[in-house]
């Protein structure tokens, strides 16, 4: 099995992510979260806006509708170029993106920006000749209205950032901002994507999460900007535990670059040595609000109170995935280890393979799990309920009482959980419990008064 076998096997095993409409045979590219994913996606996009807003006082947030004007997509682009260039095969009529049967690494990686790539003229899954390659609109559409023959088709949003550029003059107006500043939005955006896959990395039901920075328009102040946004976004993956070894940025060459781009990069995810787009740096000039400006005839330049001087502000962008980070971290976080009794204390845990989920405790969707050593020992239960409920009010706890403690460990490992917490009957005289630390194993006997202040510890 490849890490992406995996990590779909365990996600459903455990509940983080199921297929989409599984009992009606599914629906290519969507995907629902179960209990713990929502968990932990939830967290890291709570981990994104702490760090994009909370902490900052350049940044405000914002969360525009899906469905917005059809004339935002004519202005942005998007119905005229935002497309993929398909290809069918003749025998078997499979479909498949042009950069999926491309030559080089980086066409098959940035399909959007290949026009007159050389390609092999055979089918990927049976050899059969293909057909020449075209435009495929990436757009979903939808309808709004009740009478027919009157609706009005329009889009769900193929990306967020659209939302945040048209609010420029309101967020303006309606707050204290001044350049340079920036917009967050996490939210929900979709694409018919032609060939969704690879688990949840393709989907056509996604949700993103992104910073629009204004800056002056001037090329050296910008690229700082530039910079510096590249930097962060690449230690708030480093924070949150991802391994730096499983990071790097990839430099879109200038001349595939979009005709209005100054400068991008992505930040790429090794996935067992395939480098995947997690997120991507952009400088988007002013297309964005000149566009908007031209289409909406409305003015969408900026007075610089301290220069005197009106102008377009430059846009550097951070658009990254949720799915993608979420799929990326629980990649990197997966970990299939041999476990032999010298390492283990207790003969709760035999040797074995044990496969484990070394999530950043900001992320794991349960902090600690709570466990009475036996299910039928009524004063074991009660004290353990009264820890249970006690933590439950400062974090995200779980319970359970099923099987021995070495299948609860064993559960927990899976789910992500740091710490394991058993009440046993000395518990009952000492006023103690077994804490067991889900990567290194150990057990340590903590008193039941002091188990907030260590979670609150190790969630720091
Ligand atoms: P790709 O080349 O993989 O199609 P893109 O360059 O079109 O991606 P952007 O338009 O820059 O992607 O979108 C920003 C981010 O949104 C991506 O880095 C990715 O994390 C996420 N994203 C884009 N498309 C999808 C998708 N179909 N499913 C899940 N996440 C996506």
């Known amino acids: 099995m490849n890490i992406f076998e995996k990590i779909t096997a365990l996600a459903k ?13 599914g629906l290519a590219g969507t995907w629902d979260y179960g209990p713990l994913g929502v968990e932990l996606k939830r967290n890291i996009k709570n981990e994104f806006w702490r760090s994009m807003v909370q902490m900052r006082d350049d940044v405000v947030g914002i969360d525009a509708a ?39 690494k980086f066409e098959a990686s940035h399909s959007k920006q290949i026009q007159n790539t050389d390609i092999t003229k055979c089918c990927p899954e049976c050899g059969g000749e293909i057909t020449e390659p075209k435009q495929f609109n990436l757009m979903v559409e939808t309808y709004l209205g009740v009478v027919e ?7 769900l949003r193929g990306e967020i950032t659209q939302g945040v550029h048209v609010n420029f003059k309101n967020v303006i107006s309606s707050t204290r901002v001044k350049i340079p500043f920036g917009v967050a939005q996490i939210g929900k955006a979709f694409r018919n994507e032609i ?16 910073l629009q920075f204004y800056t002056k328009p001037e090329e050296k102040e910008s690229m700082q900007w530039f910079e510096y946004w590249k930097e962060e976004r690449r230690k708030w993956y480093l924070s949150l535990g991802m391994r730096e070894e499983n990071l790097r940025f990839f430099e ?24 995947k787009e997690m997120e991507g740096i ?30 377009f502000p430059w846009i550097i962008e951070t658009s990254g995935g949720v799915d993608r980070a979420t799929l990326f971290f629980l990649m990197d976080a997966y970990r299939e280890e041999l476990i032999t009794n010298n390492k283990q204390p207790t003969t709760e845990e035999k040797e074995e393979t044990r496969i484990v989920l070394k999530l950043h405790p900001k992320l794991a969707p349960y902090k600690a799990a709570v466990f009475p050593l036996l299910a039928n020992k009524p004063q074991l239960v009660d004290l353990a309920k009264s820890i249970y409920s006690d933590l439950k009010k400062e974090f995200s706890v779980t ?19 740091p710490f394991c917490i058993t009440i046993d009957f000395e518990s009952l005289e000492s006023k103690d419990v077994t804490v067991r630390d889900r990567d290194t194993m150990e057990q340590v006997r903590i008193p039941i008064d002091a188990l907030q202040d260590f979670l609150e510890s190790k969630l720091k």
């Open 13 to 25: 095993r455990r509940g983080f992510i199921y297929p989409g409409s599984e009992i009606y045979g």
């Open 66 to 104: 899906i469905i917005m004007n059809p004339k935002v997509w004519e202005a942005s682009g998007h119905l005229a170029s935002f497309s993929d260039p398909l290809v069918e095969c003749k025998k078997c009529h499979k479909r498949f993106r042009l950069d999926e049967i491309a030559n080089s």
């Open 149 to 155: 023959g009157e609706k009005t088709k329009t889009y």
């Open 282 to 311: 952009h400088h988007r000039g002013d297309w964005d609000l000149k566009q908007h400006q031209t289409f909406s005839k409305q003015d969408l330049s900026y007075f610089d109170e301290e220069k005197k001087e009106r102008y």
């Open 399 to 417: 319970w359970d009482e099923r099987g021995n403690i070495g299948k609860r460990y064993r559960a927990q490992d899976e789910a992500g959980t």
């Open 252 to 275: 879109h060459p200038k001349e595939k670059l979009a005709h209005y781009a100054r400068a991008a990069f992505d930040v790429e995810y090794n996935a067992e040595g395939d480098w």
């Open 195 to 210: 060939t969704p896959g690879e688990f949840t990395f393709r989907s056509r039901e996604f949700e993103q999460m992104e």
